[in-house]
C-alpha cells in the first residue's frame, strides 16, 4: 500500500504493507523535495519522476492520497492539487487502484479522533509501525498514515471483523464510524 501526502515542495511517499489480521510493517518512507524557487514544470516533474520510482521499486497493490481540501493560502492548494493530480496520474498509469481520504478519515483511523492534530497522529503512526520514533518531517508520518488508513479501512469495516477481530482501538472507532454513517444514509 503506497500512501501519498500530496505537496509541491514535500511531497510524502509511505509504503507500508498491511496483513489480514491488520498488523502493519513499514516498507519504505520517503519525501520527495523540490526547490520552491523552481519553475512549476519542473517541480511537477521531479514529483512525477519521484513517485512512479516508488512505484516501480516498491510494486504496491494500491495508492492512497489524500484528498485536497480548501485551505485560506489559495496558492497552497493549488500546488497541493497540482502534485495531487500527478499522483492519481502515475497509479493510474501504473494500474493501480486509487482512493482519496479527507485528513479527518487518516486522523480518524489512525487515532480514533478525526480532530487529532500532527503529533498525536505522528505518535500513532510510529507505535503502530512499532518505530522508535515518529517518522519525519510531518509529510512522511502523514504518506504512512494515509496508507495504513486505506489499508485498514477495508479490513476494519469488513462483516467479519467480529466484536473486536483483532482491532485496535482505532480500528474499532473506525469501524463503528462507518457503520454510523451507513445507517445514517439509510
Known amino acids: ?30 519525501v ?22 516508488v512505484i516501480a521499486e516498491f510494486a504496491p497493490d494500491a495508492v492512497a492520497v489524500e484528498r485536497v481540501f480548501a485551505q485560506q493560502n489559495l496558492r497552497t492548494v493549488m500546488g497541493t492539487a497540482q502534485a495531487s493530480g500527478i499522483a492519481v496520474s502515475k497509479a493510474a498509469e501504473a494500474g493501480l487502484p486509487v482512493a482519496l ?22 505518535t500513532m503512526v510510529a507505535r503502530v509501525l512499532g518505530l522508535s520514533e515518529v517518522p519525519g518531517p510531518a509529510d512522511a508520518a502523514d504518506a504512512l498514515a494515509i496508507a495504513i488508513c486505506h489499508g485498514w479501512r477495508g479490513g476494519a469495516t469488513a462483516p467479519d471483523a467480529g466484536a473486536s477481530g483483532g482491532l485496535t482501538p482505532a480500528q474499532r472507532a473506525w469501524r463503528d464510524a462507518e457503520k454510523s454513517a451507513a445507517k445514517r444514509r439509510l
Do not use: F
Open 1 to 30: 500500500m503506497l500512501g501519498i501526502d500530496p505537496g509541491l515542495t514535500r511531497c510524502g511517499v509511505g509504503v507500508v504493507d498491511v496483513q489480514p489480521n491488520r498488523q502493519v510493517s513499514l516498507v519504505h518512507v520517503d
Open 32 to 53: 520527495i523535495r523540490t526547490p520552491a524557487d523552481a519553475e512549476l514544470p519542473a517541480r511537477l516533474l521531479a514529483i512525477s519522476q519521484g513517485i512512479a520510482a
Open 101 to 122: 481520504h479527507t485528513p479527518s478519515e487518516v486522523k480518524a483511523a489512525i487515532t480514533g479522533y478525526g480532530s487529532a492534530d500532527k503529533a498525536q497522529v505522528g
